[in-house]
């Protein structure tokens, strides 16, 4: 079983970069689509982007083109998501899933989130 940790979130200001880390262990990430979620409180986790281990073109949310970066770091096992120009909606809990499947399976594994606070 694949184990996934997110790091890098905290308190930002607006117009700022940050970069959030999801690292996997336990498992080959081979046949792995792994993507990143937001989630506020009161409402589900929202698609931001997500990116096949082995390769291939990356996915995005239409509302984060152009700010949002997934990229693999496959010496170090894990899946890094740059922001730039952090707006205050891009305030929210940022999840890392994994699909075992490479894709359209929906995450099976879940890390425990990491916190982006976005201010003014």
């Known amino acids: 079983q694949v184990q996934l940790v997110e790091s890098g979130g905290g308190l930002v200001q607006a117009g700022d970069s940050l970069r959030l880390s999801c690292t996997a262990s336990?498992?080959?990430?081979?046949?792995?689509?792994i993507m990143w979620f937001r989630q506020v409180p009161g409402k589900g986790r929202d698609f931001v982007a997500g990116?096949?281990?082995?390769?291939?073109?990356?996915d995005y949310a239409g509302s984060v083109k152009g700010r949002f970066t997934i990229a693999r770091d496959q010496a170090d096992n894990t899946v890094n998501l740059n922001i730039t120009n952090l707006k205050m909606e891009d305030t929210g809990t940022y999840y890392c899933?994994?699909?075992?499947?490479?894709?359209?399976?929906?995450?099976?594994?879940w890390g425990q989130g990491t916190l982006v606070t976005v201010k003014a």
């Open positions: 336990g498992r080959t990430l081979d046949y792995y689509y």
């Open positions: 990116i096949k281990w082995k390769g291939g073109s990356p």
């Open positions: 899933g994994g699909d075992p499947h490479g894709g359209g399976c929906g995450a099976r594994v």
